[in-house]
């Protein structure tokens, strides 16, 4: 693979540079740059496999860069220090990213991730640039990965989430099912600031579909697709407490 470094800390050039050279010598690093304005003319001349992209650049950020080109047909594994709103930027658009300082593990599975994965569409490219320019807004869109391609769906349309072993099963609106392969506990956390509820050890549900929650037989939430979803005990007061405050 050919490869592109943008970062506008000569450091961490020289230091992934080393690093990779280290873990992956199959990867011919073929330029560097420093700025989005160099980084751009880069991309423009050069055919790489893969780019390595800081996201906060003197003079922009990484997505500047990318809005410039016409065309994107590299992979990308992006970079950045510890940014909260980046991460989950990050999460939502369903990227490839490594946390400065960099962890040699985490670079190489990064990479291994990289050669057997397409590039990101435009699309999941905007998903992620709405996501980290909006940081006071909770995103709308998010992706998800299944075994043989990843899905951008609008989050409102979920219905519920159910654990299966280490994947989770959507469920969406229109009846349609998606596998996805990670775990719930994953989308737990990146949906807690939406109107999403953990019911169940196996079961995550949008309060918004939520038509009754019935109190008989152990209780369960009737949602409005006709749908059940069990609560377990200890969930019930605090579930209560939430459908209260809807």
Do not use: W
């Amino acid at each position: 693979m050919k490869a592109i470094l943008i970062d506008d800390m000569p450091q961490a050039l020289q230091v992934l540079s080393a690093d990779l050279a280290e873990i992956a010598p199959e990867i011919e690093i073929i330029g560097t740059a420093n700025s989005v304005v160099s980084g751009a003319k880069l991309l423009m001349k050069e055919q790489p496999d893969l780019v390595f992209l800081d996201i906060q650049l003197g003079d922009g950020t990484g997505f500047d860069i990318l809005e410039i080109l016409p065309d994107i047909q590299f992979k990308i594994i992006f970079t950045t220090a510890s940014d909260e709103y980046a991460l989950r930027a990050f999460r939502f658009a369903a990227v490839d990213y490594l946390l400065k300082p960099i962890d040699l593990d985490e670079l190489k599975d990064a990479i291994q991730r990289a050669q057997s994965q397409l590039h990101a569409s435009a699309e999941r490219l905007e998903v992620l640039k709405d996501t980290f320019h909006k940081p006071d807004e909770l995103p709308t869109r998010m992706c998800l990965h299944t075994q043989d391609k990843i899905e951008i769906v609008d989050i409102q349309d979920i219905i519920r989430c159910q654990a299966s072993d280490n994947y989770t099963i959507f469920y969406f609106q229109n009846g349609k099912k998606l596998m996805v392969t990670q775990t719930l506990k994953t989308f737990e956390k990146q949906l807690k600031n939406h109107l999403f509820f953990r019911s169940h050890q196996s079961h995550l549900v949008n309060l918004q579909h939520v038509e009754s929650f019935v109190r008989t037989e152990g209780g369960y939430l009737l949602l409005k697709n006709g749908d059940q979803a069990p609560v377990s005990v200890r969930k019930r007061t605090e579930l209560i407490q939430r459908l209260e405050n809807l």
